[in-house]
Structures are given as C-alpha cells and as structure tokens.
C-alpha cells in the first residue's frame, strides 16, 4: 500500500469510520520496513497495540492475586467512628437546641399575652359589648348611606353614556 493511501486510511481511523479490513490494512502497512518519516509516531503507535496484544498473563498470576487479596482482607479493621466525628455532632446538636430555646423565648417576649377579663361584673361587661355593638352598627348605616350616593353616580354615569351612544347613531343615520 501507498502513503497515500495510508493517509486516507488514517484519517478515516481518527474518525472512527474504518472497516475491521481497513484497520487491518493499517496494521500491515505500519508493520513494514518502508513508512514515511511524517508518519514515524502513528507506526510507534500501532506496533505498541500489536505489542500489547501478544502479551499473556504469567501461569501463576491467579495464585498470586488470590494470595494478596487474602493478605489484604486479613489486615486491621479501622473503625470509621472517631471521637471528633462524635464531638462535632454533638457540638451542632448543642448549636441547634440552644437556637432553638433563644428563638422561643424571643417569640414570647414578642408575642402578645392572652386577653383577661377586665369587668368582674358580668352585667357590665354586657352593657359595654352593646355599647361597642352599637357603635359599629351606626358605622354601617353611614357607609349604607355613602354607598347610596355612589349608586345616584353610577346611574347618572350609565343615562350619560346611553344618551351618548343615541346622539352617534343618529349622526350616522343622517
């Protein structure tokens, strides 16, 4: 095979697009005596793979590996447990209580406190709840009244918009 060839065979390899055939017209070709000096680290490269290839494991390489991983699982259990792992806990649980016991007490302090009786007297405290009664009701029946002249607005607002729309369509019949 020609470099040129080669080339072209190459660069389809970079781009993952070679057949198992053309990958092993690259082998052969990077094999022999004669490659082009530009092309000098891709034959390095591809007699490293067929070196790799050709190499076996040693007959007694399960014995050996078995051996070290029984070596290994014979050794010192360390226990992931520390004291600082458990000071560190505590000390964050400590944070959080003590956060927690500010936090309700400023609360508290905020917090309105419940409503007590202020009449002893239960006849009393009836006549002031009519009292505050009354009171609202009168406030009703001004808003009631207010709310009437708004009505009177909205009214004259609608006879104003029918007048306006009557007086356009008269325009556009004349």
């Keep these: 095979m ?14 993952c697009e070679t057949s198992l055939d053309e990958e092993k017209q690259l082998r052969d070709f990077f094999r022999g005596i004669e ?4 092309m000098n680290l891709t034959a390095e490269m591809f007699r490293f793979f067929e070196a790799e290839k050709n190499k076996s494991l040693n007959e007694n390489f ?23 792992n458990i000071a560190r806990i505590a000390a964050g649980i400590a944070v959080m209580v003590a956060a927690a016991f500010f936090i309700k007490n400023e609360i508290r302090k905020s917090a309105p406190q419940e409503v007590q009786d202020t009449y ?4 009393l405290a ?11 009701s009168k406030s009703f029946g001004k808003a ?13 607002e609608k006879k104003i918009q029918n007048s306006n729309s009557k007086e356009g369509e008269q325009k556009i019949v004349i």
């Design 2 to 15: 020609d470099s040129s060839k080669a080339e072209q065979l190459l660069e389809k390899y970079w781009m």
């Design 35 to 38: 490659i082009p000096e530009s």
């Design 62 to 84: 399960e014995p050996i590996v078995t051996k070290q991983l029984r070596r290994r699982q014979a050794g010192k259990i360390v226990s992931m447990v520390s004291f600082t």
């Design 120 to 123: 002893t007297d239960p006849e």
């Design 126 to 136: 009836f006549e002031e709840t009519k009292k505050a009664l009354m009171m609202i």
């Design 144 to 156: 009631k009244h207010e709310t009437e002249k708004i009505k009177v607005f909205n009214e004259a």
